[in-house]
């Protein structure tokens, strides 16, 4: 609300979350191809996504301030659907099975371990953004459980010592 | 359209197609269980409680969000519907904290209630709960999410009596969580504290913070009376403990909010029993031993009884009086008081006084709209009432701030929007309501003459005036045609600022939509062309007969909760009661008969009149209740000085204000939750005050106070009861003929609604609209009226127009909020709004500190870089005391109403080199700052 600029305004340009600064260059450019088009809002949440790899609150305020609805709106929506991410994401994607397979043959332990090496919980991100923790049901490689995949890169037949040594291949 | 008949329960109804079967029920007095829904807002069928079985349909639909239809067969209570119900319930219950024993809802809870109804038990389902911490960062109120039943109630309020939307549903199923955006406190969401949500709230999710631990509904007290801050007059229940503190304000249903408020009024209670409030006389230690005038002020305040205070008081009034002639008294009564105290205060200054120099604030808000109204139309306010808005085609609004100001009223605003009214809104900043409005005209400030005057000669020049109506009801056309033909869009984008084709577009949209309502306050009223505004803006009314019916009018909204009733009883220098002219013989006749004296047949000086006079030494003693010039009056500086030369200030308040501790005798008052009387609101309606506490220490209502010195000065006064007041304002004030103690007061016909003036009889219900038949003058009056530039224009050296105007969180000079926690907090301090070039240019960046000067002085305050303002204009607010707006603005008056010119005045601004003095001390005892 206009009367109180002091409270909800994130201004563009200014420092949020891990210290990264938002550049609303890109959403500029998303917003604009929807200017007066219905039913954008997805496909803007989308692609804002695609472009930042997260939803950035400055980004969804923007969005809502574009689309005239209240930004809480927006934020119910984004979290509706799974596919969104509210916070930033690390570079690298791990995912832990805890599917059947997975689960019986030590899943959790596994997870356990990441955590651990990772020093976040599931769902969360590393403060220097290197690396997300995510849980997944079935990687569809039963056959090597239990399973993890980093990227796009599957890693079976786990066991915990091993842990350490293939995330530091990743930067 | 033909109304639906339909059978509930073996009962038949007939009600309006449209109606849905839960309201159906409801008229046929069968109360089916709700708990999403909510007759204001849309009906969603969330919560499933409200299920019924409807012959011919399948299922158990949700009765809220079924609309009847003909020969509908609809059953409300049979063993499967309570089965349902009972099962839902347990389901909410089972993902619901059991609380009950300790929380404060308790017996007031929608959920326990049906509960106890079904027989619901709280561990038929068990499973997980949903665990969310709660959200208690502010000190309105706190969101307990694991309470919350997810009904949307305060989400769909938020969002759609509100317009505001801070809050929605976000995840989904059983984690579902009420929330604002990235789920932070709501004090970072877009809240502005209404409150409103946490009355809709059927449970203990919601709750008012200060009413933690106090009591359950059944202990604690309500009072109904009418909140005392603006003029919207809204109804609030007090609610009061075992300990008789005050913990609470719950809205009530009155004809001006039906159960909404604004923070305010909802949250700013505190101020009643703060440790502040005075509880004695106090007297200069120099005055009792005989002194008096300046050189008795700088003695110390000792605290005396009320004998010998209100004794100094008689004697000293007599003695100027006696020395220098009843010309050298004044009074200044408030708007804040009753109407029988203002009826008291100008009867003192008349009859005993001797004079008319009796004024208040409203010189400094709407003395304008008082002297303009009565030019235009004979009569000087709220054409409409606050209920009428919604209905309206288009609303206009010029010069008001309303959701800030008014707050209320931008609920009705909002919702004559989303009944699909075009908003058109003239105001040099970008205000809330701006953002909302199908054209925004972004006039400089002082413009508005010509600004109207331009929408005049469009309306005028495409030929959409009404001439039936101009001819039929008014007087004087030709000359305002003359003089509006200069007007050209063009032209008035040279005065303005207003491209031309935005102005030819209000001003078509204004005209054609078939009824529109004009909206203003003190944008137009504070201005050296105050008067010409107000008569402007009621031309433009006129020339498209759009005044006299529903959703029409000229509306000015007063500004503090009684400013409408002080000058209805006469609390103005140069009318009587009911604005007979102390200049009519016969008006005078018919006062001295009632008051046994001769009365003087010379208007009286008004506020900034008196404070001129002071320093001349022309006024010796000034009596001031309930009113604090030193932080209120333009140019601050000079009212001190003028305050200063006087040989006795008398200031009657609950609080030592800034203006009381310069005066000889300081007496302690009521505050209006400890005292009956009447409040008139800003539509004209008389409303009832009711005590709900004994007043602290010795503090007194101030009509007894006024009643003790009247017979101390020999008057011969004897009031016992504010009932008594009343009849004697009715017997001399013909629109208050009408108005009686025992028709507002319970039991009496006009207990729920109030009685809006003229009220000519005893049986007469009020006039809800003014003007339907004729004007009360006869015929209205245009005024052909040039463009005036400001008083103070900007040049070189002060190169910025300072506005200076309120804000949501407080109100007036502060003495109320600012000892009200909640606001105080949220709004600690006050700040100059620069916008974001303006500043860049200066080197100003957000939240510096910033010097502003003006010709009359200079203050430090915080910088609020925002686009709301536009480049070439500042604001403040002028609520804070240590960094006091009105040290900058400029004493220039209308020199019809006498009203200075608080709108405009030219400044300059530059970085300051350090925080000021009030700041460092004020971080040093909160032990930093808040956030
Ligand atoms: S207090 Fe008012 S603005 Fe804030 S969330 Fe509740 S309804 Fe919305
Ligand atoms: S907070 Fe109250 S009103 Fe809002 S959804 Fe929860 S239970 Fe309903
Ligand atoms: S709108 Fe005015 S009268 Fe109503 S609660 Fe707010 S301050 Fe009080
Ligand atoms: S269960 Fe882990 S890969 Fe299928
Ligand atoms: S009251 Fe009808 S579904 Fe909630």
């Not at chain 2, 059927?202 to 631990?213: D, I, K, N, W």
Request: aromatic share 6%; charged share 25%; with cysteine.
């Amino acid at each position: 609300m206009s009367a109180m600029p002091e409270k909800n305004t994130m201004p563009t340009g200014e420092a949020h979350e891990n210290g990264t600064v938002f550049d609303p260059t890109s959403l500029e450019g998303i917003l604009e191809k929807y200017r007066g088009a219905k039913g954008a809002l997805i496909p803007i949440l989308q692609q804002t996504q695609a472009s930042y790899g997260y939803l950035p609150r400055p980004a969804v305020g923007r969005i809502a301030k574009f689309l005239k609805v209240p930004e809480s709106k927006i934020y119910g929506v984004a979290t509706f659907y799974a596919q969104f991410h509210l916070h930033p994401r690390g570079r690298n994607i791990v995912r832990v099975c805890l599917g059947t397979a997975c689960h019986v043959r030590g899943g959790e332990g596994i997870l356990d371990a990441v955590s651990d090496e990772l020093k976040v919980k599931p769902g969360e991100t590393t403060p220097d953004l290197r690396y997300t923790l995510e849980r997944v049901a079935c990687l569809g490689a039963c056959g090597l459980s239990p399973a993890m995949m980093v990227n796009d890169t599957t890693y079976g037949r786990l066991t915990k010592k091993k842990i350490a040594e293939i995330l530091k291949k990743y930067e | 359209m033909a109304d639906i008949n339909l059978t509930i329960d073996g009962k038949t109804v007939s009600v309006p197609a449209g109606t849905n079967v839960l309201e159906a029920a409801t008229k046929l007095g069968v109360d089916i269980p709700r708990l999403c829904y909510d007759q204001e807002l849309s009906a969603v069928g969330a919560c499933r409680l409200c299920i019924v079985e409807i012959e011919k349909m399948r299922g158990l639909p949700a009765s809220c969000a079924t609309p009847v239809a003909e020969g509908m067969v609809v059953r409300t209570n049979t063993e499967k519907i309570r089965k349902y119900r009972k099962m839902t319930l347990e389901l909410l219950l089972a993902n619901h904290p059991q609380d009950c024993l300790t929380c404060d809802k308790n017996g007031d809870c929608r959920l326990q209630e049906y509960a106890y109804i079904y027989g619901a038990r709280q561990d038929t389902y068990k499973g997980e709960r949903k665990q969310y911490a709660p959200d208690d960062s502010n000190p309105f109120f706190i969101r307990d999410h694991e309470k919350c039943i997810v009904c949307g109630r305060c989400i769909r309020t938020c969002a759609e009596v509100m317009g505001i939307g801070a809050i929605d549903y976000t995840w989904r199923g059983f984690k579902a969580k009420v929330t604002t955006s990235y789920d932070v406190p709501i004090e970072e969401s877009p809240c502005v504290f209404c409150g409103n949500c946490v009355t809709v709230c059927p449970t203990g999710a919601l709750q008012p913070r200060t009413r933690v631990g106090q009591g359950r509904s059944w202990e604690l007290k309500r009072v109904r009376t009418t909140c005392p801050y603006c003029g919207v007059g809204c109804s609030i229940e007090l609610v009061i403990n075992r300990d008789g503190q005050v913990v609470g304000v719950d809205p009530a249903d009155g004809p001006a909010n039906h159960n909404k408020l604004c923070v305010k009024g909802r949250f700013g209670f505190e101020f009643i029993q703060s440790p502040d409030r005075l509880k004695k006389p106090l007297v200069r230690k120099a005055l009792r031993e005989g002194k008096r005038g300046p050189a008795a002020r700088d003695s110390e305040f000792v605290e005396v009884s009320w004998d010998e205070a209100m004794d100094l008081v008689a004697k000293g009034l007599g003695e100027i009086k006696a020395k220098h002639g009843p010309a050298a008294l004044a009074g200044f009564t408030s708007a804040k008081c009753t109407n029988e105290e203002n009826y008291l205060m100008q009867k003192l200054v008349r009859q005993g006084f001797g004079s008319n120099n009796v004024d208040h604030c409203a010189r400094l808000c709407h003395a304008s709209t008082v002297a303009g109204l009565a030019l235009s139309f004979g009569s000087g306010a709220m054409t409409n009432s606050i209920d009428d808005i919604a209905q309206s085609k288009c609303v206009f609004v010029i010069g008001s701030n309303t959701t800030e100001a008014h707050p209320v009223i931008g609920i009705q605003v909002k919702k004559a929007k989303r009944n699909g009214a075009k908003l058109i809104v003239a105001d040099p900043r970008r205000v809330d309501l701006a953002e909302l409005a199908d054209l925004h005209l972004r006039q400089i400030p002082g413009s508005d003459v010509a600004l109207l005057n331009g929408m005049m000669h469009v309306i005028i020049r495409d030929d959409l005036y009404d001439k039936d109506f101009v001819a039929a009801r008014t007087e004087n056309f030709e000359a305002l045609k003359k003089t509006v033909e200069k007007y050209t869009p063009e032209y008035v984008e040279n005065l303005s600022g207003v491209p031309a084709a935005l102005l030819v577009e209000a001003a078509r949209t204004y005209a054609r939509s078939g009824g529109s309502a004009i909206i203003y306050s003190m944008g137009i009223t504070q201005h050296t062309t105050g008067t010409d505004n107000v008569q402007t803006v009621a031309n433009l009314a006129m020339l498209t007969g759009n005044i006299g019916r529903p959703g029409t009018g000229v509306n000015p909204l007063r500004g503090q909760n009684n400013v409408q009733g002080a000058c209805d009883v006469g609390a103005l220098p140069n009318v009587f009661p009911g604005y007979q002219a102390v200049t009519n013989a016969d008006a005078r006749a018919k006062f001295e008969k009632a008051w046994g004296a001769k009365l003087s047949d010379k208007p009286g000086l008004t506020v900034t009149e008196v404070i001129n006079a002071a320093v001349r030494g022309e006024i010796r003693g000034l009596y001031v209740m309930g009113e604090n010039p030193m932080v209120s009056d333009p140019d601050i500086n000079h009212v001190r000085e003028a305050l200063g030369d006087l040989d006795l200030l008398v200031v009657q308040d609950i609080f030592l204000t800034e203006t009381a501790k310069l005066a000889d005798v300081v007496l302690p008052s009521a505050s209006f939750a400890e005292k009956d009387g009447t409040f008139t609101n800003t539509e004209r309606r008389v409303q009832l005050v009711v005590k709900a506490l004994e007043a602290p220490g010795e503090a007194r209502p101030d009509w007894v106070i006024l009643n003790d010195l009247a017979r101390r000065m020999g008057l011969g006064w004897d009031y016992r009861s504010v009932a008594q007041i009343m009849d004697e304002v009715a017997d001399l004030t013909p629109i208050y003929a009408g108005v009686r103690w025992g028709r507002l007061v319970e039991g009496g016909d006009a207990h729920d609604k109030g009685l809006q003036w003229p009220v000519p009889a005893n049986d007469h219900p009020g006039t809800p609209i003014l003007h339907t038949q004729k004007f009360s003058r006869g015929l209205g009056q245009f005024a052909a009226i040039d463009y005036l530039p400001a008083a103070e224009e900007t040049d070189a050296e002060y190169p910025l127009v300072l506005s200076t105007g309120r804000m949501l969180f407080h109100y007036h000079t502060g003495t109320m909020t600012r000892r009200s926690k909640g606001l105080n907090w949220i709004r600690p301090e006050g700040y100059i709004e620069i916008n974001p070039e303006t500043a860049a240019h200066y080197g100003i960046a957000d939240r510096d500190w910033v010097k502003v000067t003006s010709r009359r002085g200079s203050v430090v305050t915080r910088a609020r870089v925002s686009d709301i303002t536009s480049q070439r204009v500042v604001f403040m607010p002028f609520h804070f005391a240590e960094a006091a707006a009105n040290v900058l603005t400029n004493p220039a008056v209308d020199p019809r109403a006498k009203i200075p010119e608080y709108k405009v005045a030219a400044v300059k601004i530059e970085k300051a080199a350090e925080a000021p003095a009030w700041a460092a001390a004020k971080e040093v005892a909160a032990g930093g700052e808040r956030k």
